[in-house]
């Protein structure tokens, strides 16, 4: 069986990693997997992408299609031409996909025009926002779906809800094992908390990437402000887009100015989990960070109107606070009491149970 899997940003390496090593390393039963990876360059930094591959021990990509950022349409149409010729070329049995990124759904768009089987990991998340990208990406793909992998017992009845119920999998959280398994390797090999002076504890860390939050200039301001406004040290790996989005809407030279935040380069993900564990709290707009800070015990503000992580707000380990700069700031003043911490995300075995299942498939 030939599978070809699509990846082309920073929680697709991550989600990508233990799957991939499971697949090309596995020599049990009588049946054998061939995975070709295609990464589609949507993260082309060094730290955003190479940085993940030799970090994380992933495969080198088969193919690499360079499409980097661009406009939407533009972006999307060089996506699938470069991942129909490979398919094209390969006749996988099926196409895997990760999550809810462009490629994401350029790999899941290819396969239906080719009548090629789609296989999505992170299936049935809902924010029920049509508005964020994220969410349309997600719809498609599940609905284009021959086998869908949920993390998790809600997304599994989000399918239900919409009648999509044939070939779905509850397999738990493929980021969860990740992070199990390399928490006690970043505590050991990161060196991030004396490279930047950082005490544990002592910092509030920061992330922020999405275009709700980076491209409406409004929004962004808000931000910045209430990141000055903080009584903590406030340490904020920039990513690319963001950096240049600060520039344009001249608050970078505010940012810098700043005496509490602390500002550096994009992290690789043994430094992340090693910043995110010792934080006192998280601000984000990411997904995967909002998890990960629920993995961790720590307290979340995300920077967002909704979220399609609800277990996390159980036990206000996780608010959802939305992008104005007062409601920021009171929610990471806001003491934090331990709350009941329950685990959404299954055993951290993800990667066998997937592999397991497409073993049983016909190629």
Not at 239 to 245: D, I, L
Not at 281 to 297: L, N
Not at 308 to 332: M, Q, Y
Not at 340 to 360: A, D, E, F, H, M
């Amino acid at each position: 069986m030939k599978i070809a899997t699509i990846i082309g940003a920073r929680p697709q390496f991550i989600k990508a990693a233990l799957l991939s090593e499971r697949i090309r390393k596995d020599k049990s039963g009588d049946k054998k997997i061939t995975e070709i990876l295609i990464n589609t360059g949507q993260h082309y930094d060094y730290n955003m992408s190479k940085m993940f591959f030799e970090e994380l021990n992933i495969p080198k990509p088969d193919y690499n299609l360079n499409v980097r950022a661009g406009p939407y349409a533009s972006q999307m149409a060089k996506m699938m031409q470069g991942i129909e010729a490979i398919v094209k070329k390969e006749k996988p049995d099926a196409i895997l996909v990760y999550g809810d990124t462009n490629s994401t759904l350029a790999g899941s768009l290819v396969a239906v025009m080719l009548n090629i089987p789609l296989y999505h990991i992170e299936a049935g998340l809902r924010s029920y926002d049509k508005s964020m990208p994220e969410e349309i990406n997600r719809l498609i793909a599940d609905n284009l779906s021959t086998l869908l992998f949920c993390p998790t017992d809600r997304a599994v009845k989000n399918l239900r809800k919409e009648n999509i119920r044939k070939g779905v999998y509850l397999v738990g959280d493929i980021m969860y094992e990740l992070a199990m398994k390399t928490e006690k390797a970043a505590s050991k090999e990161s060196d991030i908390l004396r490279r930047f002076k950082i005490r544990p504890k002592k910092y509030i860390l920061a992330t922020v990437h999405r275009q709700a939050s980076t491209d409406i200039k409004s929004n962004l301001r808000s931000i910045v402000k209430a990141f000055c406004r903080m009584r903590n040290v406030v340490v904020f790996p920039v990513h690319p887009r963001t950096q240049k989005m600060l520039k344009k809407f001249g608050l970078w030279k505010l940012l810098k100015k700043s005496k509490n935040v602390k500002i550096i380069p994009p992290i690789g993900y043994i430094d992340m989990i090693c910043i995110e564990k010792n934080a006192s709290k998280i601000i984000t707009d990411s997904g995967g960070v909002q998890k990960e800070a629920y993995f961790f015990k720590v307290p979340c503000i995300t920077l967002r109107d909704n979220t399609e992580w609800a277990e996390t707000l159980h036990g206000g380990w996780n608010s959802v606070v939305g992008t104005g700069a007062d409601k920021i700031v009171k929610a990471v003043q806001r003491d934090v009491k331990e709350k009941p911490w329950l685990n959404y995300y299954g055993t951290g075995r993800t990667s066998g149970q997937i592999l397991n299942i497409l073993k049983k498939m016909k190629a």
